[in-house]
C-alpha cells in the first residue's frame, strides 16, 4: 500500500471515530437531562476530546445578571467563574450570536488575559460558539481552547456548532428543572423555619432529621432518586406542628395526656398539610411517608398504630433519627441526654418500636458525619480540629457504642471519646 494511501486509509478512520463519537454524544447529552452539573460535565469532556483540544468551558447565561457563568470549570480544578457579558470572548460570542475562530489570543484585543494570568494556563487558540435555544436566543457559550498540534479548521466550526445545538436542549431542559428543584427547596425552607421561629429550642430539628436521614440511606447505598425521597419526607415529618397550640410546644415542664394528645396530633395534621401540596409523581409517597414517623414496629405508635411492613421502610428510618436527635438537643424540660444513654435507648428499643435494618445502618454513620448533624444548624460558629475529624472519620456509630461499652479504655479509646466529647451537647 503507498504511504498516501495508508495516510488516506488513517484519515477515514479517524473520521469515523469522529462520527461515532458525535452520536454518542447526542444519545449520552438526552439522556442525561436531570442534572445540570453532570450535563455540564459530560459536555465539556466530550466536546474536548471530539474536537482534540485542551480545554472546554461551557458557559450559561445569567440573564439576571447579565454574566456569563459556568460552574465546572474544565482544567481549573472546579468552582465557578462569572464573567460579565461585556468581557472576553465569551462575552463577544453571546451578544453577536456569532462563532469566533482565533488563531492566536495574545493578539485579539477582546481575549481577556486574567484567567491565564491567574492559572498560568497559556493560551494559544480558542474556538467559540453560542449556544442558542428554540428561539434562537443565546442561551450559552461553548469554548474550547488549544487545538492539539494546529489551528481549529472549519470542520471543527461545524462540529462545534453541531454539539452546541445537540447541548442547548438538554441544558435548556436541566437547567429548568434545576430551578424547579430551587423553588421547590426554597418553599420547604420556608416552611421549616416558620416553625423554628415558633420555638427556638426545637429549631434546626427538621434539618438534623434530613441529614441523618440522608447518611442513612448512604449507609443503605440508596439510589440519588431514593435519597431526594427521603430528604423531602425528613425534612417536612413535622410540618403539622403548625397546627399545635405553642404554649403546648414550648411547655417547660411534664406534659398533661391531654396536652400530650395535642401534641400527637401532629403527626395527623403533617398529612393533611402534605396532602394538599402538589407532588410529581417521584414525591407522591411523602405524605404518607413523613405522617407516619411516629409508628412503632409494634404498633404501639400513633396516629394509626399500623405495624411492621405496613409502615412506608423510610419512615421507619426517619423515625430512628427523630428519636436520635430528640434525644441528643437540649429541650424545654430537660438537657441532652448523654450518648451512652442514647445509643443504649434505640438499641433497646430495637425490634419492637425500630426496625433493626434502620438501625443497624443507622450505626454505620461514621462519629464525623454524627457530630457535623449534631451541629449542623450551628455551621457558622462550628469549628473542628483537622485531628479530630481524621480520628472521628475512622469510626462508625456501632465501634463508638462498643468503645463505650467497655469496662477500660486504650489509648485510642480514650482519644475517640474526649474528641467525641468536644462537640457534643449543645
Ligand atoms: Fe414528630
Known amino acids: 500500500?503507498?504511504?498516501?494511501?495508508?495516510?488516506?486509509?488513517?484519515?477515514?478512520?479517524?473520521?469515523?471515530?469522529?462520527?461515532?463519537?458525535?452520536?454518542?454524544?447526542?444519545?449520552?447529552?438526552?439522556?442525561?437531562?436531570?442534572?445540570?452539573?453532570?450535563?455540564?460535565?459530560?459536555?465539556m469532556g466530550e466536546t474536548r476530546n471530539i474536537l482534540d483540544a485542551e480545554r472546554c468551558t461551557v458557559f450559561l447565561r445569567d440573564f439576571d445578571t447579565d454574566t456569563l457563568w459556568s460552574k465546572i470549570a474544565d482544567g481549573l480544578g472546579g468552582g465557578e467563574i462569572r464573567i460579565p457579558l461585556?468581557?472576553?470572548?465569551?462575552?463577544?460570542?453571546?451578544?453577536?450570536?456569532?462563532?469566533?475562530?482565533?488563531?492566536?489570543?495574545?493578539?485579539?484585543?477582546?481575549?481577556?488575559?486574567?484567567?491565564?494570568?491567574?492559572?498560568?494556563?497559556?493560551?494559544?487558540?480558542?474556538?467559540?460558539?453560542?449556544?442558542?435555544?428554540?428561539?434562537?436566543?443565546?442561551?450559552?457559550?461553548?469554548?474550547?481552547?488549544?487545538?492539539?498540534?494546529?489551528?481549529?479548521?472549519?470542520?471543527?466550526?461545524?462540529?462545534?456548532?453541531?454539539?452546541?445545538?445537540q447541548a442547548a436542549d438538554a441544558v435548556e431542559n436541566a437547567f429548568l428543572y434545576d430551578e424547579q428543584r430551587k423553588m421547590?427547596?426554597?418553599?420547604?425552607?420556608?416552611?421549616?423555619?416558620?416553625?423554628?421561629?415558633?420555638?427556638?429550642?426545637?429549631?434546626?430539628?427538621?434539618?438534623?432529621?434530613?441529614?441523618f436521614s440522608i447518611k442513612t440511606g448512604e449507609a443503605m447505598k440508596f439510589f440519588p432518586h431514593e435519597i431526594e425521597l427521603l430528604k423531602y419526607s425528613s425534612w417536612m415529618h413535622d410540618m403539622g406542628k403548625i397546627g399545635v397550640r405553642e404554649h403546648i410546644l414550648a411547655k417547660a415542664g411534664k406534659l398533661t395526656d391531654e396536652e400530650f394528645e395535642q401534641i400527637k396530633s401532629h403527626a395527623v395534621f403533617t398529612r393533611e398539610i402534605l396532602e394538599k401540596i402538589y407532588f410529581k409523581r417521584e414525591f407522591r409517597q411523602i405524605p404518607e411517608i413523613a405522617s407516619s414517623h411516629h409508628e412503632?414496629?409494634?404498633?404501639?405508635?400513633?396516629?394509626?398504630?399500623?405495624?411492621?411492613?405496613?409502615?412506608?421502610?423510610?419512615?421507619?428510618?426517619?423515625?430512628?433519627?427523630?428519636?436520635?436527635?430528640?434525644?441528643?438537643?437540649?429541650?424545654?424540660?430537660?438537657?441532652?441526654?448523654?450518648?451512652?444513654?442514647?445509643l443504649n435507648l434505640l438499641k433497646k428499643d430495637t425490634d419492637t418500636k425500630f426496625d433493626p435494618v434502620c438501625v443497624?445502618?443507622?450505626?454505620?454513620?461514621?462519629?464525623?458525619?454524627?457530630?457535623?448533624?449534631?451541629?449542623?444548624?450551628?455551621?457558622?460558629?462550628?469549628v473542628i480540629v483537622s485531628e479530630d475529624e481524621e480520628l472521628l472519620k475512622k469510626y462508625n456509630l456501632e465501634d463508638f457504642y462498643r468503645v463505650l461499652s467497655c469496662a477500660e479504655y486504650t489509648f485510642e479509646q480514650s482519644r475517640i471519646i474526649e474528641a467525641f466529647a468536644k462537640y457534643y451537647g449543645k
Do not use: W
Not at 450505626?363 to 457558622?380: A, R, T
Open 360 to 382: 443497624d445502618a443507622f450505626f454505620k454513620i461514621n462519629l464525623l458525619d454524627i457530630v457535623l448533624g449534631i451541629n449542623h444548624e450551628k455551621v457558622e460558629n462550628f
Open 1 to 43: 500500500m503507498e504511504k498516501r494511501e495508508i495516510e488516506e486509509l488513517k484519515q477515514l478512520r479517524k473520521e469515523k471515530e469522529r462520527m461515532k463519537s458525535l452520536l454518542d454524544f447526542g444519545h449520552e447529552v438526552s439522556s442525561r437531562i436531570l442534572n445540570l452539573d453532570e450535563l455540564l460535565k459530560l459536555i
Open 86 to 165: 461585556e468581557k472576553g470572548i465569551a462575552g463577544a460570542v453571546a451578544r453577536s450570536g456569532e462563532l469566533i475562530n482565533i488563531k492566536d489570543a495574545y493578539s485579539d484585543e477582546r481575549f481577556n488575559t486574567a484567567t491565564d494570568k491567574k492559572t498560568g494556563y497559556v493560551t494559544k487558540t480558542i474556538l467559540s460558539c453560542p449556544m442558542k435555544n428554540k428561539m434562537g436566543e443565546s442561551i450559552g457559550v461553548f469554548q474550547v481552547l488549544n487545538k492539539k498540534g494546529g489551528l481549529f479548521d472549519d470542520d471543527d466550526e461545524k462540529i462545534l456548532l453541531l454539539l452546541a445545538r
Open 296 to 342: 412503632n414496629l409494634d404498633g404501639s405508635g400513633y396516629p394509626r398504630g399500623i405495624k411492621g411492613m405496613v409502615i412506608p421502610f423510610f419512615s421507619r428510618i426517619i423515625a430512628v433519627c427523630d428519636v436520635f436527635d430528640a434525644l441528643t438537643s437540649k429541650r424545654h424540660y430537660r438537657e441532652p441526654m448523654p450518648i451512652l444513654g442514647v
Open 184 to 211: 421547590f427547596e426554597s418553599f420547604i425552607d420556608t416552611l421549616s423555619d416558620t416553625l423554628d421561629k415558633r420555638d427556638y429550642l426545637t429549631a434546626g430539628h427538621s434539618r438534623r432529621v434530613t441529614f
